[in-house]
Each structure stands twice: as C-alpha cells, then as structure tokens.
C-alpha cells in the first residue's frame, strides 16, 4: 500500500506527513495533484495537502483531481469536502452552527452587500477574509485611530483596508466576521 500527500510542494507540513507514514511503515510520496491522479491505483491512500491560494480567494488547484481520484476508488482520507470546509471560515463557522457547536458569530459581507447589511453588526468585530488570513485581520474599529495600518492588499470592499492592530479597550467580545 502506498500512501500519496498530494501538495504542490514540499512545505514543512506535506513533509512531515510524509515522515509519518514512513514511520508506520507505508511507501510515501510527495505528489502534486495531476501526478496524483496519473499514479494512484484502488489499493492506494491519498493524503491531501491543499492550502489556500496566495491571493487568500480560495483553495489551490486540485479539488477536482481528489474527486476523480475517489470515483476510481482511490481510498482519500481528506476529501474536497473537508478540506473546503476546514480553509472557508463561511462554511466552517455554517457547519459547526449546524453541529450545534459554539463558535463566533460570523456574518459574511461582499462588495454586494448593503449599508443595511454592515449597520446589523456588533462592534468591534475582527474582520479577516473567508480564506485564509495570511495576518490580513484586524478589528474595526480601532480603538484609536492613530493605530490604523492598512496591510498590503484590500480584501473587503465595504471598510477601509483591514489592519493588525491591538485589541480594543475590554467591552463586549468582538463579532468574527468571515
């Protein structure tokens, strides 16, 4: 039995899963998802490592290689839907709600949202983008403006740019917004 981590590259986590299966006793390899689905046969395991793009927009390439790789009967041990599920804060925040779990309250707000949509909020909240963070996360507002420092991209139309700031004075516990 071979076991395949499927990344794009050899980051430090793909190599220690790699480390890990050698360590009980499987054949690893380290593969990029279209070299996944050329190799992998029934009697294999696939071990995904997708992160989320650079551009913090979604997941990297490669969901639909796990998917064709399952409808051959390759055995993937984190298919598309977890991996989508643990990189966008939405779903995630979306399906522990359903669990019944406690998490922050979450409200999503894009470029279509509307004044009506942002006055519904409670302040402060922390505002980072639905991927990723990538340390592009703030709270707004900031306790002080003096403290405001726009990162190096936008990511939320509707705000001023996000910053990494301290957070504000002790009050109410900040709304997450995904």
């Known amino acids: 039995m071979r076991l395949f981590v499927v990344a794009w590259r050899e980051a430090p986590v793909a190599v220690a ?11 690893v390899e380290i593969l990029a998802p ?9 009697r294999d395991l696939v071990l995904a490592y997708l992160d ?17 790789l ?25 399906r522990l709600g359903r669990a ?7 409200a999503y707000l894009s470029a279509a949202s ?8 409670r302040f402060p909240m922390v505002v980072k983008p639905r991927f990723g963070s990538r340390r592009c996360s703030g709270i707004w507002p900031p306790s002080k403006p003096t403290l405001w420092k726009p990162p190096e991209r936008d990511f939320w139309p509707l705000l001023p740019r ?4 301290p957070c504000p004075e002790p009050g109410p516990r900040p709304t997450r917004l995904r």
Not at 34 to 42: D, N, T, Y
Not at 53 to 68: F, H, M, Y
Not at 83 to 94: G, Q, S
């Open 17 to 27: 899963l790699t480390a890990a299966g050698r360590r009980i006793g499987l054949d």
């Open 34 to 42: 279209p070299e996944a689905a050329q190799r992998a046969a029934r």
């Open 52 to 68: 989320v793009r650079p551009t913090l927009d979604g997941v990297e390439p490669g969901i639909a290689k796990l998917r064709g």
């Open 70 to 94: 399952r409808s051959r009967g390759v055995t993937v041990l984190n298919g598309p839907e977890a991996i989508r599920a643990c990189h966008d804060k939405l779903v995630t925040a979306l």
């Open 100 to 106: 019944g779990l406690p998490h922050p309250e979450t």
């Open 114 to 121: 509307t004044r009506r949509d942002v006055s519904r909020l």
């Open 162 to 165: 996000p910053a990494v700031l």
